[in-house]
């Protein structure tokens, strides 16, 4: 299988020339998930681990990070780029699927739990003839709910749990979280840019409680014509094909 290498100052991330292949919303995700990431991180499908590679290198106080994929050639590709980028060994790829037990995953173990999952439910929409793809893009080996119950599962008492949907399934992540004893306490919608409608909504949910979740200030992913907003283009810019 072919391969593409990106490099970021201080990583080498790489992916499968083909199939399944990291969006901005890793990024995007990564961004927002850095201030309140800390201790030890586990990814949920982790693809390449490009999310854990980000966090590694946005937030100082991580200290160890797991990542949990099913497809076996993107846990090859996450365990090169976790031992040629951190040597130390903190990062660390897994495979199996996070809706049973994973050895040396432990539950309520973790400070923080993110995940960039499958963004179509399954049956909606056209499928991909790839089947890495679409097992990326649908959630046809993970629906949303045995996702925050995985969450729930593996963040400790005070964890957080943070990932990215598109706006389009907001309806869906209360009855999910409540479901799990999960509160959503941080929301942040996308629009790909000024008086677009929404396309992503980044959350953030915690265990109990009953408060209102705090809105953030809006992310316009763009603000021209090929070209990212400041706050992305910051973390995307550190990006160059070799």
Do not use: W
């Not at 030890?40 to 390449?48: E, F, P, Q, R, S």
């Not at 729930?152 to 943070?162: C, D, E, H, L, V």
């Not at 959503?184 to 840019?193: A, D, F, G, Q, T």
Request: one cysteine or more; aromatic letters at 6%.
């Amino acid at each position: 299988m072919g391969e593409e290498s990106i490099v970021v100052p201080g990583l080498r991330i790489r992916q499968p020339e083909r199939g399944y292949r990291f969006s901005i919303d890793s990024v995007i995700l990564a961004g927002f998930a850095a201030t309140s990431c800390r201790g030890a991180v586990l990814d949920l499908g982790t693809g390449c681990g490009v999310l854990l590679l980000l966090l590694s290198r946005l937030a100082p106080g991580m200290l160890a990070g797991a990542g949990v994929e099913l497809q076996d050639d993107l846990v090859g590709f996450a365990r090169r780029n976790f031992r040629d980028n951190c040597p130390d060994g903190r990062l660390v790829a897994a495979r199996g699927d996070f809706r049973g037990e994973i050895p040396g995953i432990e539950p309520g173990s973790f400070d923080l739990v993110v995940s960039n999952p499958p963004f179509g439910r399954a049956g909606h929409g056209r499928a991909n003839p790839d089947p890495g793809k679409e097992a990326a893009r649908h959630d046809v080996t993970c629906a949303l709910p045995e996702l925050f119950a995985a969450a729930s599962r593996f963040i400790s008492a005070n964890g957080r749990f943070a990932f990215i949907l598109p706006y389009s399934r907001r309806e869906e992540i209360g009855p999910c979280a409540s479901k799990e004893g999960l509160r959503v306490e941080l929301l942040r919608v996308v629009h790909p840019r000024d008086g677009a409608p929404p396309s992503r909504l980044l959350c953030r949910a915690v265990r109990g409680g009953s408060v209102a979740p705090r809105l953030l200030l809006p992310l316009l992913l763009h603000e021209g014509p090929d070209k990212y907003c400041p706050e992305v283009e910051r973390i995307c810019r550190l990006f160059r094909k070799r």
